[in-house]
């Protein structure tokens, strides 16, 4: 069982950055892919980003290619999310799960365990 609990976020205005954490029970932290997901209102919930716990490579959405960033720190159970160049459509919740599989984890269903979120509001 892994308890995921999200934090970092808040308003902010366009062209700003921000950094969520998100910090994980459990002592198999580095053994799962932590990927981090947003659900804007109104819309499905969208792939952001994902971290392999195979081989530490990192995979993005083309949405957030370039502006954002996925590193983790296996030491704190922690895996964070810097959000540089915000725009207004970045505002949603933002959520990071984990998943026992590695690779390019696009999907919802490929990830077993979710944080409550935190919400992300972009200003223009």
């Known amino acids: 069982q892994v308890q995921l609990v999200e934090s970092g976020g808040g308003l902010v205005q366009a062209g700003g950055s921000l950094r969520l954490s998100c910090a994980a029970s459990g002592r198999t932290f580095s053994s799962y892919s932590m990927g981090w997901f947003r659900q804007a209102p109104g819309k499905e919930r969208e792939f952001v980003g994902t971290v392999s716990w195979s081989s530490g490579r990192t995979y993005y959405a083309d949405s957030v290619k370039g502006r954002f960033t996925i590193s983790r720190d296996n030491a704190k159970n922690t895996v964070y999310l810097q959000m540089n160049s915000l725009k207004p459509e970045d505002t949603a919740v933002y959520y990071c799960?984990?998943?026992?599989?590695?690779?390019?984890?696009?999907?919802?269903?490929?990830?077993?365990?979710w944080g409550q979120g935190t919400q992300v509001t972009v200003s223009s």
């Open positions: 799960a984990a998943s026992v599989q590695a690779g390019r984890l696009e999907t919802s269903r490929g990830y077993d365990y």
